[in-house]
């Protein structure tokens, strides 16, 4: 079973910065996309920016310019750098990934979240 495990939320002053990792574990064949979303209290989840195993990266209109993904395919592990942090980026933040537990059976994959809170 693949297991996601986010680290490097926290509390950080609006124009900060921060940098989350998420690294999977367990047994698999391959990991196709990777990205991060989020949720604010009483708001939908939404995808904040995603990454193809090939390196092409899509982002929120919110984010763009300000985050930066990337990913380490050797290490199952995908980053999300966070630059210019506003308060209204507060929000629990989620790893997810497209993961090939064997050649024919894709899953999709969600960490626990890591609270991200931007003070003004």
């Known amino acids: 079973q693949v297991q996601l495990v986010e680290s490097g939320g926290g509390l950080v002053q609006a124009g900060g910065s921060l940098r989350l990792s998420c690294v999977a574990s367990g047994s698999f064949y391959s990991i196709d996309v990777m990205g991060w979303y989020r949720q604010a209290r009483e708001n939908q989840r939404e995808l904040v920016a995603s990454i193809t195993r090939g390196g092409g990266s899509n982002y929120a209109d919110s984010v763009k310019g300000r985050f930066t993904i990337s990913r380490d395919n050797a290490k199952s592990t995908v980053y999300l750098q966070m630059n210019s942090l506003k308060p209204e980026d507060t929000a629990v933040y989620y790893c997810?990934?497209?993961?090939?537990?064997?050649?024919?059976?894709?899953?999709?994959?969600w960490g626990q979240g890591t609270q991200v809170t931007v003070s003004s």
């Open positions: 997810n990934s497209r993961v090939k537990e064997t050649f024919f059976h894709t899953v999709d994959v």
